[in-house]
């Protein structure tokens, strides 16, 4: 990958991986991350795409002001400016966690034809209690050994199968909020963490009509599935998968599943191009993920294999 180059926007710098041509994917990265998760996806995606993938303002190598906010919807406000920067009007925003929340920022802004979210915040649904103990954080707990011992718990708790990301990507994570700087960064960011930001989300995505893809760990401790399922209910164009043995970091627990679902998504969703095998009969078989038709009654459903069985069961004691 090329070095990033550098974007300014109102509150400060933004260091930005830019790579690849064709229809812009933009990448947000959630907390305590940075565009460093996106690495073997935006390789992925360039092929076919011009792939953008900042680091939000405070993370990463972007710049750390102190007198900036780092909310929702201010970091929205910043990868907008970044977007007008870039010469980009309207792009595919691909979102995980905080990242999702600002996705869903762009979309209810008009400024995305397609969505992919994953495990992204949902309003209402905010996990106060995890980030009030270090919002709450007294002076001798800030501090870089308690900044660096959250940041590995993090991933600790938020990912199924640990061994997968590199220790090295860990600490270039726990390096990014080094310093004085860094480590006030670090807790404007848990202060930034309130849940804010969508509170017109419910009624601004009654009228979306682009395509959006939710995928959600089941056993995420952050987010619960209920969240993925009142998101999904709020979003007509939506298709939810939920995704077993996958936590809270669902790129990183399953990158050889997901990367390439990702991909075939925003090909046949976002670009609306035909699938690159052809009539092949021994290519890939597609899969088209869509919502459930509401004239679908899943209890009937489930009922008539009941039945079914219990009719088999009759059959076999005669």
Request: proline residues 7%; negative net charge; aromatic residues 6%.
């Amino acid at each position: 990958m090329p070095a990033p180059r550098r974007v300014r926007s109102s509150a400060g710098e933004l260091a930005v991986l830019d790579v690849g041509e064709g229809p812009p994917v933009i990448l947000l990265h959630g907390f305590p991350q940075s565009s460093l998760m996106w690495s073997d996806l935006a390789g992925l995606l360039a092929g076919r795409f011009r792939v953008i993938a900042p680091d939000l303002l405070g993370a990463g190598d972007s710049d750390k002001p102190a007198d900036a906010p780092l909310g929702l919807e201010a970091q929205a406000r910043y990868v907008g400016e970044l977007l007008d920067g870039l010469g980009v009007d309207r792009v595919a925003a691909v979102g995980a966690g905080f990242g999702g929340g600002v996705a869903q920022r762009l979309a209810l802004e008009g400024r995305a034809d397609a969505l992919v979210l994953l495990n992204p915040v949902v309003h209402g649904h905010w996990p106060a209690e995890l980030t009030r103990t270090l919002q709450d954080a007294p002076p001798e707990q800030r501090v870089p050994g308690v900044v660096a011992a959250v940041i590995r718990s993090a991933f600790d708790l938020g990912m199924g199968h640990r061994t997968r990301m590199p220790h090295a990507r860990t600490e270039a994570y726990v390096r990014a909020f080094d310093g004085v700087d860094g480590m006030a960064a670090f807790f404007r960011w848990t202060a930034a963490l309130d849940g804010s930001g969508l509170e017109d989300a419910a009624e601004g995505f009654s009228r979306l009509e682009i395509p959006v893809l939710i995928l959600w760990g089941e056993d995420d401790p952050y987010h619960s599935v209920d969240a993925a399922i009142q998101l999904n209910e709020w979003i007509d164009t939506s298709s939810l998968g939920l995704l077993p043995g996958c936590v809270h970091f669902v790129l990183e627990d399953a990158i050889d599943t997901i990367g390439p679902m990702i991909y075939e998504y925003l090909r046949a969703r976002y670009l609306r191009a035909p699938h690159g095998h052809g009539a092949d009969p021994t290519g890939a078989v597609m899969i088209q993920l869509e919502r459930r038709p509401p004239w679908v009654d899943l209890a009937e459903i489930e009922q008539e294999y009941d039945d079914d069985d219990h009719d088999d069961e009759e059959e076999s004691e005669a």
